[in-house]
């Protein structure tokens, strides 16, 4: 988990490296930020995470380059704990943690001197843990969707360095579970995740 979120980090300031090198008046602009956050995150509709889980609490940090003309690429990593709402739907388990990368493209939209929004599109990965009841290992699965998002920005200092974002997003979660019955298969492996949470930002 370590090594994959360096590994994150290091793409993204390899690309800015490599964008700094081009003698381009636009690169002046380059901007980096490190968001440290909190999240509360639930599953929507019909489906097992819906009627097995209460919500998800979780926190981590999240790193960010603006390139071009608003246009910037960001990762985040989040560690989640899980309550267990109906502990007959999740068998011989106890309650889960998960960790969950979310990699995407994004764009800043300037609203006045100290606001703004960011509209956001990528990719997430998900890998969750369960210990066995007897104490005898844990119980793990990894799965991958979609995400779209959005964050609203205030800015707390008259440098600009300091802000609060307020970000909220529709994770898709397809854990690829396959049953001869397709209603079976769907309740059991796609679910839409909202995760609301707040960070401090902190832009370079």
Do not use: C
């Not at 388990?93 to 960011?118: C, R």
């Not at 969707?145 to 300091?162: H, V």
């Amino acid at each position: 988990m370590k090594k994959l979120l360096l590994f994150s980090f290091s793409i993204i300031s390899i690309a800015t490296f490599s964008q700094r090198r081009k003698k381009q008046d636009w690169t002046e602009n380059v901007k980096y930020s490190i968001d440290p956050h909190v999240k509360v995150m639930t599953s929507l509709g019909n489906n097992f995470l819906k009627d097995t889980f209460d919500y998800f609490y979780g926190f981590g940090i999240g790193g960010n380059i603006n390139l071009y003309k608003n246009f910037g690429l960001g990762v985040e990593y989040t560690y989640f704990r899980g309550n267990i709402k109906k502990p007959e739907l999740f068998g011989y388990l106890g309650a889960p943690s998960m960790n969950n990368f979310d990699w995407y493209v994004f764009h800043q939209n300037k609203i006045t001197e100290e606001f703004f929004v960011e509209e956001l599109v990528g990719y997430s990965t998900y890998r969750m843990k369960s210990p066995y009841l007897d104490n005898s290992g844990n119980f793990s699965e990894g799965n991958g969707g979609l995400n779209l998002g959005l964050k609203a920005i205030y800015t707390i200092d008259d440098s600009g360095f300091q802000q609060v974002v307020l970000n909220t997003r529709l994770n898709f979660y397809n854990s690829k579970i396959g049953n001869q019955n397709p209603d079976i298969e769907k309740y059991y492996s796609k679910a839409s995740l909202l995760n609301i949470g707040i960070a401090y930002r902190i832009n370079f």
